[in-house]
T-cell receptor
């Protein structure tokens, strides 16, 4: 069965620290890859996506992610976090099993200390 | 367009009762998804529709759960004979992707309907 694994459930950083959140998926076919973010009190929203082409993708608020096909990974990075990045981050993969089903990881809760 | 709308936002019910949640997707979106989320977990896929057709249903979903999207617009998720284990946030999301088209299936989520079963 398809699955998504996020390596860290809770991360605490100070402002200006660098961030990397790990994500691995298990599926042998073509995938779309996503990071969604949920800020406190808000809906889940798209942070960035990979469909094809350049495996290094850039999203909103200075986030980027790199797709490494050989490692089935799609890690999220940000060089310098801000207090406003405090949120829960979900890695997701869309698999084509006759339809388009999106599967989510368990999430990583990030807290940035001011 | 006001995005994806879900009602009610909160529902408290007694075990054994039936509950129904409604989702109004973005009007031009042809795909609609239902997810369930519990504390500390990511959204768990339940089912999805392309227009009015229910294309996939999670094997984790018991027969007590049923979803409809009668005219390819709004959708309802009904839970019959609720159990305490059904307590969760039920999320609806919609997207637009033509069948056979290439492209990223970006989901737009609603605020969710929180169910508490006593």
């Amino acid at each position: 069965a398809q699955s998504v694994s996020q390596h860290n459930h809770h991360v605490i950083l100070s402002e200006a620290a660098s961030l990397e959140l790990g994500c691995n998926y298990s599926y042998g076919g073509t995938v779309n890859l996503f990071w969604y973010v949920q800020y406190p009190g808000q809906h889940l929203q798209l942070l960035l996506k990979y469909f094809s082409g350049d495996p290094l993708v850039k999203g909103i608020k200075g986030f980027e992610a790199e797709f490494i096909k050989s490692k089935f990974s799609f890690n999220l990075r940000k060089p310098s976090v801000q207090w406003s990045d405090t949120a829960e981050y979900f890695c997701a993969v869309t698999v084509n099993t006759g339809g388009f089903k999106t599967i989510f990881g368990a999430g990583t809760r990030l807290f940035v200390k001011a | 367009d006001t995005g994806v709308s879900q009602n009610p936002r909160h529902k408290i019910t007694k075990r054994g009762q039936n509950v129904t949640f409604r989702c109004d997707p973005i009007s031009e979106h042809n795909r609609l998804y239902w997810y369930r989320q519990t504390l500390g977990q990511g959204p768990e896929f339940l089912t999805y529709f392309q227009n009015e057709a229910q294309l996939e249903k999670s094997r984790l979903l018991s027969d007590r759960f049923s979803a409809e999207r009668p005219k390819g617009s709004f959708s309802t998720l009904e839970i019959q004979r609720t159990e305490q284990g059904d307590s969760a946030m039920y999320l609806c999301a919609s997207s637009f992707l033509r069948q056979g088209a290439l492209g990223a299936n970006v989901l737009t989520f609603g605020a969710g309907s929180r169910l508490t079963v006593l």
